[in-house]
Structure formats: structure tokens, C-alpha cells
């Protein structure tokens, strides 16, 4: 896996895109679709004419980023599954995540988990169908036991499931990566979360570099990389597009689109304001920018696409199922049968570009039983 040259700085925005509306492409939307498949880049405009789309256009916008998405994935949606392993004990102070220091939000809190509850979460993960199981901590950082711990597991789970496992410990640095790749993690979660220009607005204990060089580490290591970002946290549209491009930049295999659950006793309580087709325009977005990235609808799926979510599954090609982190999901029978209802299957495919040729066929799977989170 090829190294990055990270961005010296937050990637520049011209002077004109600032204060005048973002140019449609030539071509409409269908056009756009036909330049990236023809192996054209979205520029920078046209990633903001998406956001800046019109209701009545949003069918012509879906239409364009799912030709995209079919040529990488064709109907495809792959599943990943959540597993809090050591929740509300985090010394940052990100204002959207209800386990930092500043949440006072009414959530468990306990230690990292012990090998068995982690082994019968990969259990469950496996029996949902899902591709990926992710490790999550809430951590500035792991510990050297923290690390220890995962290195330990990641070995044990893959040799009872096929799954392949992602880490999200915090900031990593060289050494740590190494040693998550040696132990055979597959890949590392790090979300840029935002842009440059806004990641002082949202968190003050790290910043937005810290970030990029986590990113750096875990790619040295030779660990692909999922990092995506979160709509709704007052930031403006030229933050979305600042990511995006970003991502691109680095290369990220998977970007999960998570949409703001401003949940109480947190600094942006109250602040989330995303309509429905506000968050189908930013997956669409997303997907255009990076038209060979895994998208995942990530958290706030339920609570802001609401009836619309089968619509997102047209830009992104791949969902968490059950519950997130410190907020339910809908049963998987509904995800189940979105998939299903929509023509999709499950896979548990690769999803790096590099390994997509090696792809094992998609299978299609019964329609699971509903299995209640451990
Ligand atoms: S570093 Fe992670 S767990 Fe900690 S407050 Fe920020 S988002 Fe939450």
C-alpha cells in the first residue's frame, strides 16, 4: 500500500468560490456522471453545486452518483458493526461525542471490556452478515494495556469468524500502528470529522493535524483507511467540500458519512438541523468526489434521512448495523429489508480498490434473524 503525501495545509478555496453560488456542471448532472466514469475528476464547484442542488433536481444528483456507485459496487451493500469497547471515559472535549469530558449526556460508562464480551460481539457481528466488525474506544489515545488488548483479540476473532476488524483507538502514533497491523487489524478508524478551517469550532485538545498525522502512521503501517466526517455541526458547505477533497487526497478506502445526533448534555446539543435531502446531497456529494471509496451512512442515519434512508443507499454501498455507539440503530430486520425492498444484496466483499479484482462473489444471504445486540 502506497504511502501519502499529506496536504501541507487545509486545501485552498479559491477567492470566487467564497462569495459567489457554485457554477452547475455543463452538462447536468448526467453529464457529471459520464465525465467520472470516463475517469474525470469533480472539481471543487461542482462538489458545491451538488450541496447547493435544488429539491426538484435531487433525483438527477441520486441518479448521477449511483451510476458511480454501481460501477464499484454494483448493487452491493456491505455491513459493518459497531462494538463500544470502553465508553463515556474520554479525556477530549470534541463537542459532538457524548463520551468526551465536557458531555454530561446520560450514557454508560464503564472500562475496556473483557475478551469474552468482545469475542461474543464478533459472534453476533458475524451473524448479522456484516463485513466488518470496528473496535471503538473513547480515548485521546490507547493506552500500552489498551494496545495490548486489541492485539490480543484481533488474532482470536478472525481465526472463529470471517470478519475482517477496524480499530478506532484514538490518535495512534508509528509504533502503535505497526504493531495493530502485525497483530492483523485490517484497518484503522480515524475521522477527520470536518474541515481544517472548522475542527478549532467543534474540539480544542487535539487539532485537526493531529488527526492527519494519525492517518500518516496507520497508512505507513500499511493499514487501510476509514475516515469519514459529520454533517450538521454548523459548519458551511465549503467544510463539506473541504473534506471530501481531503479524503480524496488521502486516498481513504472508506468514508463514513455520520449526520449530527446532537444529543443532550452535549456543547451542540440542539444544533442539528439536516434535512432529509440535505444529507442524501452530502452522501451524493461524497460519492462523486470519491467515486471508488467505500460510503457508509453512518450515525444519525434513522433520526435525519428517516423515511428517505432507502434513497441513500443509491450514493453510499454500505450501512452499520445495529446500534451506534451511544445511540440506538433501527433492528436490523429493517435494514434487512430496506435492502432487500431496494433490489440490493449483502456483501462481504474487498473494498480496497487494490483488492476489488480478487473480489469474492457477492452472495446473496437469506434475510438474517433479528439478533439482539450483546
Ligand atoms: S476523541 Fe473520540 S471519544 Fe474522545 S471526545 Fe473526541 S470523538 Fe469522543
Known amino acids: 500500500m502506497s504511502t501519502v503525501d499529506l ?28 465525465r467520472v466514469l470516463s475517469g474525470g475528476m469533480v472539481d471543487r464547484d461542482e462538489a458545491r453545486a451538488v450541496l447547493a442542488s435544488g429539491d426538484e433536481e435531487l433525483l438527477d444528483v441520486l441518479a448521477a452518483a449511483y451510476r458511480v456507485r454501481h460501477r464499484h459496487f454494483g ?13 463515556g471515559l474520554c479525556p477530549e472535549d470534541c463537542g459532538y461525542c457524548s463520551q468526551s469530558k465536557v458531555s454530561s449526556a446520560d450514557i454508560p460508562r464503564y472500562n475496556l471490556l473483557a475478551p469474552e464480551t468482545l469475542l461474543d460481539a ?30 490480543d483479540i484481533v ?33 484503522v478508524n480515524h475521522n477527520l470529522n470536518t474541515s481544517a478551517r472548522h475542527y478549532p469550532s467543534i474540539c480544542t485538545t487535539h487539532t ?37 477533497f481531503e479524503l480524496r487526497h488521502l486516498g481513504v478506502e472508506s468514508i463514513p458519512l455520520n449526520f449530527l445526533t446532537a444529543i443532550d448534555g452535549t456543547p451542540l446539543a440542539g444544533s442539528d438541523r439536516l434535512s432529509p435531502r440535505d444529507c ?67 456483501s462481504r466483499g474487498a473494498e480496497t480498490p487494490a483488492s476489488r479484482g480478487a473480489e469474492r462473489p457477492a452472495t446473496d444471504f437469506p434475510v438474517p434473524r433479528p439478533i439482539p445486540n450483546p
Open 7 to 34: 496536504p501541507a495545509a487545509s486545501p485552498s478555496r479559491s477567492p470566487r468560490s467564497a462569495v459567489e453560488p457554485p457554477r452547475k456542471p455543463a452538462g447536468g448532472w448526467a453529464g457529471l456522471a459520464d
Open 208 to 244: 485537526h493535524a493531529d488527526r492527519l498525522a494519525t492517518l500518516q502512521a496507520c497508512r505507513e503501517a500499511g493499514l487501510a483507511l476509514c475516515s469519514g466526517g459529520i454533517m450538521g455541526m454548523g459548519e458551511e458547505p465549503e467544510d463539506l467540500v473541504d473534506m471530501a
Open 155 to 187: 488474532p482470536k476473532i478472525k481465526a472463529r469468524h470471517d470478519l475482517n476488524v477496524c480499530a478506532c483507538l484514538g490518535l495512534l502514533d508509528a509504533r502503535q500502528a505497526q504493531r495493530l497491523a502485525a497483530a492483523g487489524v485490517d484497518k
Open 280 to 346: 442524501l446531497r452530502g452522501l451524493a456529494m461524497m460519492r462523486l468526489v470519491n467515486p471508488e471509496a467505500e460510503i457508509r451512512i453512518a450515525g444519525g442515519r434513522e433520526v435525519h434521512l428517516r423515511s428517505l434512508q432507502p434513497l441513500g443507499l443509491y450514493p453510499a454501498n454500505s450501512i452499520f448495523v445495529g446500534d451506534y455507539l451511544t445511540t440506538p440503530g433501527q433492528p436490523p430486520a429493517a435494514d434487512y429489508a430496506m435492502i432487500t425492498d431496494m433490489g440490493f444484496r449483502i
Open 122 to 151: 464478533a459472534r453476533v457481528a458475524a451473524e448479522r452478515q456484516s463485513k466488518t466488525f470496528c473496535i471503538v474506544i473513547s480515548a485521546r489515545g490507547p493506552t500500552e494495556r489498551e494496545i495490548d488488548a486489541v492485539c
Open 75 to 87: 448493487n452491493t451493500v456491505q455491513l459493518f458493526f459497531l462494538m463500544n469497547a470502553k465508553s
